[in-house]
C-alpha cells in the first residue's frame, strides 16, 4: 500500500484544502502515516501572503526532499498558482498541482475537534499590498445545499463546532443568484441537530453588517468573536493599502459590536511598516489596538509582493530593523489589551468545548470559550469534544484556569488556587 503525508503552511483555508486533498488520496488507497515515518509521497501545501510564507514554503519543500530523498514530494496551494515557473525548477520538487485540481469537500478532519469548512474562495479587493487575489482567483461562493450537508456530515462524525472560513468570508452569496447570503446560511447551519458551535474565521470590517451583529447577539450557536483585520490605524495608510474603511468605521464598529454583544471577542491582523509609515502613522496604529482592546493581534511585518500595487513604493520601504521594533512595541500592547479582556471574565461561568489534554499539567484538560479564551481545567474523565460550564477562576500564561461546575457523569474539580501551576 502507498503511503502519503501532508505538510499545510498558511490560513485555515488551507487546512481546510490540505483535509480535502487527504480525502483523494485516502480515497485512492493511499495510507497516512504518522510523524516519524518516512513515506512514499508527501503533499506540501503552501502559503504565499508574506515574503516569509513563501521562504517558508520552499524551505519546506526543500527539508522534505532533503530528509526523504527516495520520496515525491508534490506541492501545492498558493504559491503554485503565483509562481509554478520557479517551483517547476526547483530540483527538490517531483509534481506541482494546482489546488483548483481538488473539488472542495470534506468528511472528516484528523486530530481535530472543530472542523473547517470552506463556503467560499478568492476575493476581490486587490489590497495594494496583498497578492491573495492573484494566488485565489476571484470570489466565488459555495452552493447553500453543498455546504450543508458538508456540515451534518461532520457533525455525525462527532463534531461539536464548525468554523465558516473562506479568503472574503463577509462576501459568501454575492456572485450566487437568488439573494442567498451569509446571515442565511449561518441560520440553516443553526437547524442541524448535534452542532453545538459556529464560528466566523475571518471577516472584513466594511462585510460586518448590523444585521451580523444582531444574528450574534440572539443565536444560541453562533460563536461572540469576530476576528476582523485592522491592518493599521492610520487613515493614511489604510488609503494607500487600498482598504475600503478608515480608523473611525473600524473604531465605530468595535463599539457597536461591544454595545449590542459586551462579552465579544475582537482579534484581529496588523500589517506593520508599510511603506511610508511614519512614527505617527504607526502611533495612530497603537492608539486604535489599546481603543478596540482586542483578544489577539496577529503582526506581519510588510514584505513586498510582486503583483501587488504596492511593490513600487519601494523607494519608501520601511528599514527592518525599524519594523522589529515596531512590531516588539505592538505585541506589547497586544499583551496588555489580551490580559484586560481576559480579566474581565474571571469570576464568570462559562461554556467551553474541551480538545485536547494538556501537555504540562497532568490531569488537565484544555479548550477554548465561545469567545475564544483557551482555558485549562481539571477532570478525572476524558472530557474532550465535549461542551462544558467552567468558572473561570485564575490567569495562568495566555491560558485561564477554570474550575468544571455541574457536568452529569464527571466530578467536579475546583483546583486549589495557592497550589495551582504558575506558568510562563
Known sequence: MKTVKFFTLGCKVNQYDTQSIRQRFLDSGFKELE??????????????????????????????????????????????????????????????????????GVRDFTGRTRAFLKIQDGCNNFCSYCKVPYARGRSRSRRGEEIINE??????????????????????????????????????????????????????????????????????????????????????????????YRRDFYLNLAAKIRKLIPQAAITTDVLVGFPGESENNFANTINLVKEILPLKVHIFPYSARQEAASAKFSKNEIAGDIIRQRIHVLNKAAEKTAFIFKKSFLGSAVSALMEVKSKDMRGFYEGYTGTYIKVVVKSDADIRNKLVKVRLLQGLDSRILGSLLNFTGYNCITPTLDNSPKLG
Open 35 to 104: 510523524n516519524g515515518m518516512p513515506a512514499d509521497i508527501y503533499v506540501v501545501n503552501t502559503c504565499t501572503v508574506t515574503h516569509k510564507a513563501d521562504i517558508d514554503s520552499y524551505n519546506l519543500i526543500r527539508r522534505t526532499k532533503r530528509q526523504n530523498p527516495g520520496s515525491k514530494v508534490i506541492v501545492t496551494g498558493c504559491l503554485v498558482e503565483n509562481n509554478a515557473a520557479d517551483l517547476s525548477r526547483t530540483k527538490e520538487v517531483d509534481f506541482i498541482i494546482s489546488k483548483r485540481f481538488f473539488p472542495d
Open 151 to 244: 456540515a451534518r456530515h461532520l457533525v455525525k462524525r462527532g463534531f461539536k463546532e464548525i468554523v465558516l472560513s473562506g479568503i472574503c468570508l463577509g462576501s459568501y452569496g454575492r456572485d450566487i443568484a437568488g439573494g442567498t447570503g451569509l446571515i442565511d446560511i449561518i441560520g440553516e447551519l443553526e437547524k442541524i441537530d448535534g452542532l453545538l458551535r459556529i464560528r466566523l474565521s475571518s471577516i472584513e470590517p466594511d462585510d460586518v453588517s448590523d444585521a451580523l451583529i444582531e444574528k450574534i447577539a440572539v443565536s444560541k450557536k453562533l460563536c461572540p468573536h469576530l476576528h476582523i483585520p485592522l491592518q493599521s490605524g492610520d487613515d493614511s495608510i489604510l488609503k494607500a493599502m487600498r482598504r475600503n
